[in-house]
């Protein structure tokens, strides 16, 4: 099974998500989502990068969180996931040992 990866151009991107050109420079400076940059140095972005905006924006409607609000906290959410996985890695190992 092959994987497919979308891309999209700046002007692509803002049309799609709805974020201005000006908040993409600031959401890329804060670390939001990263561009991949081609040879001639234009930024594309990719199908997930779609994803983490879409979430970010909702947020920003949710919780009228600025820009730098919301990088603090799609890393919160994420270290947060990233912590209940491990978790249920531990827990899965200690039932084995246990049993």
Do not use: Y
């Amino acid at each position: 099974m092959a994987n497919v990866t979308i891309t999209f151009t700046i002007t692509e991107f803002c049309l799609h998500t709805g974020v201005s050109e000006e908040e993409l420079d600031e959401i890329v400076g804060l670390g939001v989502i990263e561009p991949n940059r081609t040879e001639d140095a234009h930024w594309l972005f990719d199908d997930r990068a779609v994803t983490i905006i879409h979430r970010a924006l909702r947020l920003r409607r949710e919780l009228a969180l600025d820009w730098p609000g919301i990088a603090v906290t799609l890393t919160l959410l994420d270290e947060n996931e990233r912590l209940k996985q491990e978790n249920r890695l531990l827990l899965q190992r200690l039932q084995r040992f246990i049993n």
